[in-house]
């Protein structure tokens, strides 16, 4: 393999592995605080989306308004699934709690093929982010080039709010023992609340991104995503931010580097990503960043 | 609060009773109605695939409209929806047997066929094919018939264009390897193009891709490196149109070229303008140039249903699989499906819009002519026919 054709792939790697750290987050902050595996995230992901299409084809939004909007409206979605769906189940057992959010999950897949129809849609293009810049041999898109950026900045951000804000300290005593939280005066649902609502905010951001770069909609796209960054939180050690990114940017690589190395094996990628999920499980548990917490009761 | 349960719970039974006879009423209803001939339908309305299938059911309720009759009775479509899932497939042809079709048309997409192949055989029924390509449709299934060319011909007309027309020493194959459609087709055109060429590295890369994949920079970043003088990239419209636009922000310059699921609107509003100039062969169909009478009634109905669009070849063979069927039952004078099959099977001359074709020992249309068309201006725009015997 000569160097340009390394380099085109390395970008295509970093800019997959930012878009699924994107997504990645949301998982990981959700399973900190309340120790559930939201399987709703991709589908929520996938909600997003369409709210961008609607926000830009139907009601002609300038794109800079249509950002704010659809991240506030995913936001809105993702706060009342979790009144909706776990709030009600907040002290029956966790099975319980994972059960609903594989219903939401279905009920979100099932709500958008009825709504939007199944048929795929089309995102508007934006030339300007679709266009590449070359660097020798190596084209890669606008958009790719400021993924990455987007994903760091965003977790620059989430690290301040959890370490430097009042509602971080608030998030971290909840994470800990949201019983205790709540006898210190936390008021847990709103922290919960507002975990849902960044969590779902970066997956409209990441939403956004994948729309401009694979221009696809349709209601099931966001299940594979859904999977393969939930691998990514776990191998990042789930429940932690700075992992989820970490092993965003480790599961995009690694795709596109066994395309890139074992040519062959192209169409095992998704087998990849489960492989290396199972692997984790067995030899790191905790992933790479998570930390030994033992169990409570 | 007791008593409103109560008259809540009277409430409910009651309904419930007034439900079951309005059930019983309406299968009395349809009992009676023996002049009515059912005929099913099952294609892709959501999902993945959904736009082909939408394509082919335009044709089947216009062919349906301008022909509503057989043997003296009205015919009646059911049309279900087999969600461009396999399994779904399976599932939707049982339920248009429970409800007593005398034969069924579909399926866009081989797969969603072959997957109901073998429901269809069990029960005995014949279906028809309408743009299911792959050679495992028909084959060893005596009930399953279609009206469109197949793939080992296709495959043979991409790769005789590729080395003809564009002079193509070279190829790479981009497939979608859970679809067999995409495999069957992929590997005609390898070993055509093998037998033109002489060469038997003329196929620089074979890259897989899954059915839903958004992401094909790997692939395409290795289908660069080798530098190919075609591309060609059969499989379902929405992921071809990905791998084409993907293809060209990589700095890709070798023409892409496909199959027959490429001419459905989807390919161009996913693609838009990365998808200018790719080349794909279809069925025969040109509303420019209709083969036949039929064929010009049919796109003057057409026009006045939908004046602003193009007829994708595909509508025409849901046209043509109605009309088949059609036939088939008027010669075979009942609605037995026995006889329906051997009508079907000693099919010769059957004059369509795509075409005038006789049914081969394996079920198939012999058909020996494709359309190559192209992408222009956001239109697909008729190229040229190609004749291979």
Known sequence: MDFPTFFQHLSNGISLGS?????????????????????????????????????????????????????????????????????????????????????????????????????????????????????????????????PVVTLAALAILLYIINRTKLGMAMRAVSKDYETARVMGIKINRVIAATFAIGSGLAAIGAIMWGVKYIRIEPMMGVMPGLKCFIAAVIGGIGNPVGAVLGGFILGMGEVLLVAFISQLTGWRDAFAFVALILVLLIRPTGIMGEKTTEKV | MKKIL???????????????????????????????????????????????????????????????????????????????????????????????????????????SIAAGDVIKKAEITAVGTSCTNMMVTKGNDWYFRVCFIDPFQGKIMANYAFTRLGAKTAAIIQEVSNDYSVGLASYFKDEFIRLTGDANSIVEIANYNTGDSDFSGILTNVKAKNPDVIFAPGNFTESAQVVKQGKKLGITAPFIGGDTWETGEFIDVGGADVEGAVFSTFLFDEQAPLNDKAAKFIEEYKKVYPDKTIAAVTALGYDSYIFTLDAIERAGSTDPVAIQKAMASTAGFEGITGTFDITADGDADKDIAAIKEVKNGEFVFKETITLK
Not at chain 1, 45 to 72: G, Q
Not at chain 1, 85 to 94: I, Q
Not at chain 1, 123 to 147: A, C, D, I, N
Request: aromatic share 10%.
């Open chain 1, 19 to 147: 878009l699924y750290a994107l997504i990645a987050v949301g998982y990981t902050m959700v399973y900190g605080i309340l120790r559930l595996i939201n399987f709703a995230h991709g589908d929520i992901f996938m909600m997003a989306m369409y709210f961008a299409f609607f926000s830009i084809t139907l009601f002609h939004l300038p794109w800079y308004i249509a950002i704010v909007v659809v991240i506030l409206i995913t936001s809105v979605l993702g706060m009342l699934i979790e009144a909706a769906a776990y709030r009600p189940l907040r002290d029956a057992p966790k099975t319980s709690v994972l059960i609903s959010a594989i219903g939401v999950s279905f009920l979100l897949e099932n709500l958008a093929t009825y709504i939007f129809s199944g048929k795929p849609k089309s995102f508007p293009e934006f030339t300007y982010m679709t266009s590449t810049v070359q660097f020798g041999p190596v084209s890669v898109q606008r958009v790719s080039l400021l993924t």
């Open chain 2, 6 to 112: 109560a008259v809540l719970l009277c409430m409910t039974l009651s309904v419930g009773l007034l439900a079951g006879c309005g059930s019983k009423a309406a299968t009395t209803g349809t009992a009676a109605a023996d002049d009515v001939i059912k005929i099913g339908v099952f294609e892709p309305l959501t999902g993945g695939s959904a736009a082909g299938g939408e394509l082919e059911v335009e044709g089947i309720k216009l062919a349906n409209q301008m022909h509503p009759e057989v043997l003296g009775k009205k015919v009646e479509l059911i049309i279900v929806d087999n969600k461009s899932d396999k399994a779904e497939s399976a599932t939707a042809v049982s339920r248009l047997i429970d409800q007593g079709v005398v034969s069924i048309i579909g399926s866009w997409g081989s797969g969603y």
